[in-house]
Structure formats: structure tokens, C-alpha cells
């Protein structure tokens, strides 16, 4: 597993290095700008919290790696308050009619966020335990890619207007280790695990189609940021 583990070291360096991020790293713009993409998210930060309650999640499982993954699911499946009230204190929860909220949502400009959430349903649904780790943990090292900086940007907009935040914030970033939670060491039985030639070649391949997905995604955000407030209103 270590050899899985370091290629997706190799793909957040990647994903760190991605327009996305250095849009989000921008000092040069002001902080609500660079977090105007956020409404955006909500079909990938709705959708996660059900992968991980219906997905990921097996309960009548005895192995323990998924016992392993199913302590991870439990908590990360309710982040998404935190993200309702976000959008609240960025004041990006304008009043929207409902079909214009499915239009929103189901539209073309946040189909990359909700290819993710499917493209995770079918890479992680007919996996053992250990491939789904993989996908788990290049889930989790994404996020802290994403969070690492979006807690630097609201740290920048607490400074300026006294508006803290939660999910784009340091309350949210200490949730976010980047490796899968559930055990005081759980990177060391990730670490210990031993794959054969094969498992380690489809874990890498599971890794990197994670991967993708994300700077999918991230590309969808960063059109919308780049949009500024038009990206948080319905498509006319």
C-alpha cells in the first residue's frame, strides 16, 4: 500500500499546482471573490454525504478495513451544515425559486460536480475494502488540498469583515487529515497493508480516476469564480 499511497502523494501535488488552487491562492483578489464559486459545490458536498451513508458505508461487514472505512463515513457524512451556513454568511444564499434551484443544480454548469459524486459511486461499488481505501484516501487528499488553502481565504475574510466561517474554515480544516479518520493509527495499517503487483496497478488506476474527477471539477469552479456574482445566479 505504500507504493498507492505515494502516487497519490504524486497526484495532490498535482492537483495543489491546478488553476483552481491558484485561483483560491490569489492575494490579489478579495477574499469573497475567490470563495464565489461555492454554491457550485453544493451538488459534490450534498451528494458526499450521501456516498458516505449509502455507498461506502457496510454495516454488516466483519472485514476490518471496512470497518475501518465505515468509522471514516460516520465522520464525514454530516459536513454539509457546515456548508448551508457558509453559504449564509458569504451571502450566497440568495432566494431562488425551486425550479430554479433544479435548474441550478442539475444544469450544465454544475455537471462536473455532480459527475463526481457518480463517478465515485462507480469506482468505489463493486471494490474490496482495500480499493476502496484507495479511492477514500485520494478523496481525502483532495479535500486537503482544497481546504488547506480555502481556510487561508477565510481567515483573510474573517480579518477584514469579522465573518468567520465553518466548512471553508479552520473548524472544518482540522476535521480534514487528509488520510482516512477512525483509529489512532490508521495510516500505519494503511501503511502495513501489502498489495500484490496487480492490486497495486488497479489502486493506482483507481487514484488517478479520482483524481481526474476532482480537476474536473475544480475547472467547473473556477469558470463559475471567474464569473464572479453572475456564477451564483440561475442560467437564464
Not at 456548508?83 to 451571502?91: A, G, K, N, V
Not at 459511486?121 to 477514500?136: D, F, I, Q
Request: charged share 25%; proline share 4%.
Amino acid at each position: 500500500m505504500k507504493r498507492v499511497l505515494h502516487h497519490i502523494e504524486q497526484r495532490k501535488v498535482e492537483l495543489a499546482r491546478s488553476p483552481f488552487i491558484t485561483f483560491v491562492e490569489d492575494t490579489s483578489l478579495e477574499p469573497q471573490r475567490r470563495l464565489s464559486f461555492a454554491p457550485g459545490l453544493a451538488p459534490f458536498v450534498m451528494g458526499f454525504a450521501d456516498v458516505n451513508k449509502y455507498v461506502l458505508r457496510d454495516e454488516s461487514s466483519e472485514d476490518p478495513l471496512q470497518r475501518l472505512i465505515n468509522t471514516h463515513t460516520r465522520e464525514d457524512d454530516h459536513h454539509w451544515g457546515m456548508f448551508l451556513r457558509d453559504l449564509r454568511t458569504l451571502e450566497l444564499n440568495a432566494p431562488m425559486d425551486f425550479t430554479g434551484a433544479l435548474e441550478r443544480l442539475w444544469g450544465e454548469q454544475c455537471k462536473k460536480a455532480r459527475q463526481l459524486i457518480y463517478g465515485l459511486v462507480a469506482l468505489v461499488s463493486a471494490e474490496s475494502p482495500v480499493m476502496r481505501l484507495a479511492v477514500v484516501e485520494s478523496v481525502e487528499a483532495a479535500g486537503s488540498v482544497g481546504f488547506s488553502r480555502f481556510s487561508q481565504v477565510a481567515r483573510e475574510l474573517e480579518a477584514k469583515t469579522g465573518k468567520r466561517l465553518v466548512y471553508f474554515g479552520e473548524a472544518h480544516e482540522g476535521l480534514e487529515s487528509g488520510h482516512v479518520m477512525g483509529s489512532g493509527d490508521a495510516e500505519a495499517v494503511l501503511a502495513g497493508l501489502v498489495l500484490t503487483p496487480e492490486q497495486v496497478e488497479r489502486a493506482r488506476g483507481l487514484v488517478d480516476k479520482t483524481f481526474a474527477l476532482f480537476h474536473a471539477m475544480g475547472e467547473e469552479l473556477l469558470a463559475q469564480a471567474r464569473r464572479g456574482q453572475e456564477g451564483t445566479r440561475p442560467a437564464a
